[in-house]
C-alpha cells in the first residue's frame, strides 16, 4: 500500500518541511517559520476568496508549525471554515486542527459546536466518526454540555453502523470522564451493558473501557456485567487461536479485550453465583494452564500479549484474595518469571508478587523465591528492577526471616544507586524497629545504618532509635555501650556522632564504670570541633560520665582553641561552653529526658510520602515535616539538650514554622530580657507575617531574624539568626520548590563590600533533590562598625539552565546591639554627652506603615535597644538605648523617635559614640516605619 | 488509561504527541522534556517500563524513534506495548515500509491513524483490518494530487 497514493500531495505542505528541514540553526527555522507566518496571514487577510484546498494547506501549516513548538494565534477561523467544508480531506484537517489547538473562544465553540452537530445528525457514518474523534480529544466542558445526551443516543440506536458505535463508547467515557454531572444515566445504561454481547469484537473492545468506567462509579447499577463479561472471557479464553481471524494476534486470540474484561471484572467482588463462579475459576485456570505451554511464536509479541493476559488474570486473583489454590499457582508462576531472560518480565514478576505478599494465602509462597531475590538485588543491572527486588524484599518481610532481609539490604546499601538509598534506609529502619525481637538488634542494625550511609539517615530515623532507646529501659545499657564503641572509630559520621552524644548524655551513666569512658570528651571533643551546636550533647555526656571531667572538658575546648588558631568558629563554641557553665542551665541539662509517648513511627509516614506520587509541593512537603514533628515528639524535643536548655527562654516564631524549621535549630536564647523581647516581637510583629515576596527581602530583616528573604518559582530562602554579642549565627534555609533536583548548587558569601565581618560556613551539598530542603550555617563576627552588607550569591543548574542569583544578606549593625536599660536622668546625661554635631543623625519623614503604639514598640525591640519608658517627658515619644558590640570596641547609642499622628510623619534622632554609627542606623530605621 | 503518547527521535525531536488528558501547554512542553531526556539516558538493554511520578512509562524504541506511553498505576504494562506495536504495524502497512520521514511529511496521516485505533487513551478497534479499512475509505474519499517523491530511508523492521 504505497504512501504515494494515498497522500493527497498538499505539495506546499510537503516543500514548507523540507525547507524546515534543511534550516542549518534554530535562528534560521524561526526566520524561515515567521516568513511563513506572514505570508499565510496575508492570504488569509487577501480579499481574494481562498479556495478549500489552498485554505486546508494553510491550516496544515500552521499546525505543523505549532507541533513544532510555536504559539499559532490566529487561523482558527479558516479552520472552522473547514469543518463545514464537504470535502472529506478539507473536513478531516479542520477538525485536525481544532483537536490539537482547542480555544476557548466561546464564538468559536458555539461555530464549533454547530458543525459537529451536523456532522452528527449527517447519517454519514465518516462524518460522523470524525465529529466524534473531536469531541473525544477535546472533552471540554462546552462539548459535554452541548453533547452529552445525544452521544448515548447515537450508542445506543439500533440502526448505528459498528464504526460508529465504537467511536460514541470511547467519546461517551471522556466527556463522563471530564463532566461526569452532565452524562446523566437513563434508560440507555441498561443497554450499553449488553454491548458486551454484541457480536462485533471491536464494539466490545471500545463499549467496555466505557462499562469499566460506569461501573466503578455506579457497582450496582451495572452489576449485570459480571455474567456477561465472563462468559465473553469463556468464550475468547475456550476459542482456537485462528477463531477470532483479525482480533487474533501474534496466535494470541483477543489479547486487548481479554485484557479490558479481566479488568472489569477487578471493579467487583468474586460472583455469587455459583455457575457464574465455578466458569470464571475455569478461565483463570486456563489462562495459568496456557502459561506453561510451549509458545506458538518465539516473537516477542506473542509471549508479551499473552503474558499481558496473565498478569491481569494474576491482578483479578489478588483483588479476589479468595482462591487459595490459584494464589499459589500465581505465586509459583511468577517465580519462574523471576528468572526469565525478558528483563521486562522480571520486573513485572517482582511487582506482581509484592502484592501476592500481602495475601495471608500466598505470603508463605512467596517467601520461597527469597533468594532469587536477593540475587536479583545484587545482580540485575537495570536500576528500575532492582528497587522493585527491594520493594519485594521489604513486602515479604516478617519475623522468621527479617534477620536475613535486613542483612542483605545493608550490604546492597554499600553499593546502591544513590537515587534510592534514602528509601531503602527508611525500608530497612522501619524493618529492624517492626520485627525486633531483641532490642540490641535493632541499636546494632541502626547504627549500621548510618555506618554505611550516614548522609542518607534522615532526622526521622535517628531521632526514632533515641525514642524508642529513651523509651525501653532494657536496651539503654547496651545503647551506651555500643555507641560508646562505634565512636572510638577513627572517623564517625555526623549523625553517629549526634546519636552517641545524645545516648550517652542520657545514659552515660550506665557505662559510667568503664576505665576507657573517661576518654569519651576526648574522643567526642575532636569530632565535634566542627559541629558547633553539639557542644552542649558534649558536655551534658561529660557531665553525666564523670563530674569532674566537666573541667577537663571546657580545658580542652581552650587548649583546641588556641591549637588550631581558628578564630571566631571556635571562640563561638567556647562561649557556648562557658553558657553552659552557668547553674541555671546545669540543672536543667541534666534532667533526665521523659519517655516519649508511644505513636505511629514517623519514620513510616515518611516512607508512604516518599511512595505517593512524585510530585509533592513544598508546601504539602512542609505540612508533612510539620506534622512528623508533632507525631514523634522527637521533633519538639530534640536531641540537642540546648534546646532543652532554651525551650523556656524562647518559643519558635511563626515564621520558622513556616519554614519547616523546627526545632533542629538549636534556639540558644538565654534568658535575658532582649532576646526574650526579639521573639516576642516576632510572634506580636505585623510586618512579620507580612511574608509577601518583595524585592527589599533585606530591609525587611532589620527589626527581625528569622522569615523568607527570598521566593521565586524555584527556590525559596528561609533565614532563622541569632545574635550574641559582637557573634551571630545564621541558618540559611534553600528550599527546592520544583520537583526537579538542582544540580551543581553553590553559594557564596561576598564580603568584598563589607570586610568589618568575618564570615565563616561550610560549602552546601551539591545536589537539592526536588522537593527538599538543604541548611546551610553562617558563623558571623563583626570585627567594627559596619555600612553595607555582605551579599550572598547563589548558583545551580535548574534543567539544563545555570541559575544565578544575588542577594543581599540581611546582616546590619543593630543585629550587635546589646540593650542597656538607664533612668530618665542617666538617659539625658548621656544624651548631653553626646551633643557634638557629627555625633547626632536626624531625619523627619512619612508614615509608611501604620502609626500603632504596640506595632511600633515591636519594631524598635526588634532593632534590638531597650526600649525606656517614663524618660522622655512626652509620653507619646520613644527612647531607646543600647550598646553596639563589635570585637574591636562598643558603640553607645541613644534613639529618639517622636511620631506626629496628625500629620503622619516621625522625627527620628539618633546619637552614638561613632559618628558613621548614627548615620547608618538612621538610614536604616528611617524606612522601618 | 493512556494519559499521553510520544513519538521522538534518537536526537530527542518530537514527531507526534498526543494527549489525552487536559494540560496546558507548558505543562505539555515540561514533560515532553524530562521524558524525552529520561528515556533516551536508558541503555538498550534495560527493562521497557520505568516509574515517573504516578505515572508508569511504556517506551520502546523502533530504529531511529522512540514510542513512549503513559499509563496509570492500574494499567497493563505489557499490553501498552503491545499497544505501540500495533501502531507501528498500521503505521507501516500504510505507508509501506514506514520510516521517520513518513511521519514527519504525513503527520495529519499518522494522526488520523491513532484515531482510529486509540480514542480517549483507550483502545477503539484492535484489528489492523479494521482500522486500515477506515483509513482507506477516506482516503477514497480524497481528491487526486500529484504524489511525493520517492521515500528516503526505510526504517523500521518488524
Partial sequence: MPAVSKGDGMRGLAVFISDIRNCKSKEAEIKRINKELANIRSKFKGDKALDGYSKKKYVCKLLFIFLLGHDIDFGHMEAVNLLSSNKYTEKQIGYLFISVLVNSNSELIRLINNAIKNDLSSRNPTFMCLALHCIANVGSREMAEAFASEIPRILVAGDTMDSVKQSAALCLLRLYKTSPDLVLMGEWTSRVVHLLNDQHMGVVTAAISLITCLSQKNPDEFKTCVSLAVSRLSRIVSSASTDLQDYTYYFVPAPWLSCKLLRLLQCYPPPEDGAVKGRLVECLETILNKAQEPPKSKKVQHSNAKNAILFEAISLIIHYDSEPNLLVRACNQLGQFLQHRETNLRYLALESMCTLASSEFSHEAVKTHIETVINALKTERDVSVRQRAADLLYAMCDRSNAKQIVAEMLSYLETADYSIREEMVLKVAILAEKYAVDYSWYVDTILNLIRIAGDYVSEEVWYRVIQIVINRDDVQGYAAKTVFEALQAPACHENMVKVGGYILGEFGNLIAGDPRSRYVPFCLMFTLLFFFSLVPCLL?????????????????????????????????????????????????????????????????????????????????????????????????????????????????????????????????????????????????????????????????????????????????????????????????????????????????????????????????????????????????????????????????????????????????????????????????????????????????????????????????????????????????????????????????????????????????????????????????????? | MMQFMLLFSRQGKLRLQKWYVPLSDKEKKKITRELVQTVLARKPKMCSFLEWRDLKIVYKRYASLYFCCAIEDQDNELITLEIIHRYVELLDKYFGSVCELDIIFNFEKAYFILDEFLLGGEAQETSKKNVLKAIEQADLLQEVRPALTGKAVIIIII
Fill in chain 1, 540 to 929: 551534658t555526656c561529660s557531665q553525666k560520665l564523670r563530674p569532674q571531667s566537666r573541667r577537663c572538658c571546657a580545658a580542652i575546648a581552650r587548649s583546641a582553641t588556641q591549637m588550631l588558631n581558628c578564630s571566631s568558629e571556635l571562640r563561638v563554641k567556647e562561649f557556648h561552653l562557658q553558657r553552659f557553665w552557668s547553674p541555671f542551665s546545669q540543672a536543667t541539662v541534666l534532667e533526665e529526658m521523659p519517655p516519649f509517648p508511644e505513636r505511629e513511627s514517623s519514620i513510616l509516614a515518611k516512607l508512604k510520602k516518599k511512595k505517593g506520587p512524585g510530585a509533592v509541593s513544598v508546601t504539602e512537603l512542609e505540612d508533612s515535616k510539620r506534622e512528623s514533628g508533632e507525631l514523634n515528639g522527637a521533633g519538639e524535643r530534640g536531641p540537642d539538650p540546648s534546646v532543652m536548655a532554651a525551650s523556656n527562654a524562647s518559643t519558635p516564631s511563626p515564621s520558622a514554622d513556616l519554614l519547616g524549621i523546627r526545632s533542629a535549630v538549636p534556639v540558644s536564647a538565654p534568658a535575658s530580657s532582649g532576646s526574650l523581647l526579639v521573639d516576642v516581637f516576632s510572634e506580636a510583629g505585623p510586618t512579620a507575617s507580612s511574608g509577601a515576596v518583595n524585592d527589599d527581602g533585606f530591609l525587611r530583616f532589620v527589626c527581625k531574624n528569622n522569615g523568607v528573604l527570598f521566593e521565586n518559582q524555584l527556590l525559596q530562602i528561609g533565614i532563622k539568626s541569632e545574635y550574641r554579642q559582637n557573634l551571630g549565627r545564621m541558618y540559611l534555609f534553600y528550599g527546592n520548590k520544583t520537583s526537579v533536583q538542582f544540580a551543581s548548587f553553590t553559594t557564596t558569601v561576598i564580603l568584598d563590600n563589607c570586610l568589618q565581618l568575618n564570615v565563616q560556613s561550610k560549602p552546601v551539598e551539591p545536589l537539592v533533590e526536588g522537593g527538599a530542603q538543604i541548611q546551610q550555617v553562617l558563623n558571623i563576627e563583626c570585627l567594627t562598625d559596619f555600612s553595607d552588607a555582605p551579599l550572598l550569591n547563589i548558583k545551580f543548574r535548574y534543567g539544563g539552565a545555570l541559575q544565578n542569583l544575588t542577594l543581599k544578606l540581611p546582616v546590619t549593625i543593630n543585629k550587635f546591639f546589646q540593650p542597656t536599660e538607664m533612668a530618665s536622668q542617666d538617659f539625658f546625661q548621656r544624651w548631653k554627652q553626646l551633643s557634638q554635631p557629627q555625633q547626632e543623625a536626624q531625619k523627619i519623614f512619612k508614615a509608611n506603615h501604620s502609626m500603632d503604639t504596640e506595632v511600633i514598640k515591636a519594631k524598635l525591640l526588634g532593632l534590638g535597644m531597650a526600649l525606656l519608658d517614663n524618660v522622655d517627658p512626652n509620653p507619646e515619644n520613644y527612647v531607646c538605648a543600647g550598646v553596639i558590640q563589635t570585637k574591636s570596641q562598643q558603640v553607645g547609642c541613644l534613639l529618639r523617635l517622636e511620631p506626629n499622628a496628625q500629620a503622619q510623619m516621625y522625627r527620628l534622632t539618633l546619637r552614638c559614640s561613632k559618628d558613621s554609627v548614627s548615620k547608618r542606623l538612621c538610614e536604616l530605621l528611617a524606612q522601618q516605619f
